[in-house]
């Protein structure tokens, strides 16, 4: 490493003015997104990411050979863990694939034993929560809220008006990409580009305790086959599931191989801990590979494995070890909201959350 991590210290954290309100009108505007799509479908889905394209089950193969700095909390020592993988896109409902917006990433590792965090006590598993951008799209958690109203009132948009926005929006920043440029907003609101979603590398965006360190976390393509998706078109005229058929033919024939990274804070002026829509510079801290994620050919997506995990299955920051404690406002605004959500979704369903313990308890 060029640089020493930081050791965590309380005062690197602090709450935002009007931080608690914040966090009560974050879980009304997600309560009204799920209310409004559990209308329109007649079941519950999440109040973000609610549509998921690929549901797979893997290992986690916690690495043997890195630097002491590294060897923290879930990855203290070498092990094998069953894990669950979905990758979704951002909305709150259910779009056809040509409405083109941001991918997600969402994880849980099962059968991690340690200290628990609050409201995780009696679990045995670590969630990891991502997205496929390495900053989070609001720098606090007031400026999230806003984010999250003006999704709320998107929700019952005609689709055809948000395809047509979204192509609009597409050519945009196809413009901005083309010299250089980028706009997280326009992503955010349906400019995605359609690419291929197993090409992509994701992100935790917002910061973790690493045991004693900080640290932000990282899934990306390890295998040939997955590497060969990066920026790989996908055609989406006619096809409203176009990103769940390309991840269903994908593991038809392949197996694949992902890296699980953690970068580590060397520096609280260039890696600010309260303000995640700040990209941590990696010539002062790379990503160290910490584990390996290998997922065999299998059927990624089906009405039984949605029922276990689009319905059984709530995915948190918060569900974890004591040692990977999320850190900064818009994670402590994030525990309240994602608790309403799952808990609306098993309320609704008859489904109740699923927190296996052990490989024999993993719903597919």
Request: charged residues 25%; hydrophobic residues 35%.
């Amino acid at each position: 490493m060029a640089a020493s991590p930081i050791r965590y210290e309380p005062a690197f954290e602090h709450p935002e003015e009007g931080e608690e309100e914040t966090k009560k009108e974050l879980v009304e505007a997600m309560r009204g997104i799920v209310e409004t799509t559990y209308k329109d479908y007649g079941y519950p889905v999440r109040a973000v990411h609610a549509k998921s394209h690929g549901l797979l089950r893997g290992e986690l193969r916690v690495t043997a050979d890195m630097a002491p700095a590294y060897r923290q909390g879930l990855f203290s020592r070498p092990g094998t863990y069953p894990v669950v993988m979905r990758f979704s896109t951002n909305p709150g409902d259910l779009l056809d694939d040509d409405i083109s917006v941001p991918r997600g990433l969402a994880m849980k590792v099962v059968g991690v034993e340690g200290d628990r965090l609050p409201g995780s006590e009696g679990q045995s598993t670590q969630d990891f929560v991502m997205v496929n951008a390495p900053v989070f799209a609001a720098p606090q958690a007031k400026k999230f809220l806003g984010n999250v109203k003006l999704l709320a009132k998107t929700t019952d948009i005609p689709q055809g008006f948000k395809k047509a926005i979204s192509a609009v929006l597409r050519g945009t920043e196809t413009v901005l990409e083309a010299v250089g440029g980028e706009s997280a907003t326009i992503k955010q609101l349906g400019g995605h580009p359609n690419t291929h979603i197993l090409g992509e590398t994701f992100y935790s965006a917002t910061p973790f305790l690493f045991g004693p360190y900080m640290a932000k976390f990282s899934v990306a393509p390890l295998s040939p086959e997955l590497k060969a998706l990066k920026d790989r078109k996908v055609n989406v005229s006619g096809r409203p599931e176009a990103l769940r058929e390309e991840v269903l033919a994908f593991f038809a024939e392949h197996d694949a191989e992902w890296e699980l990274r953690v970068q580590l804070c060397t520096d609280l002026e260039r890696m600010p801990i309260e303000n995640p829509s700040v990209q941590w510079p990696e010539k002062e801290s790379p990503y160290v590979t910490v584990a390996r994620l290998k997922v065999g050919r299998q059927p990624s997506w089906d009405e039984a494995r949605s029922r276990a995990v689009d319905l059984g299955m709530s995915f948190s920051p918060w569900h974890g070890l004591a040692a990977h404690r999320p850190l900064g406002s818009i994670n402590r605004a994030r525990k309240p909201a994602y608790e309403m959500s799952s808990g609306f979704r098993a309320g609704h369903s008859g489904c109740p959350m699923v927190e296996p313990r052990h490989a024999e308890e993993v719903p597919i």
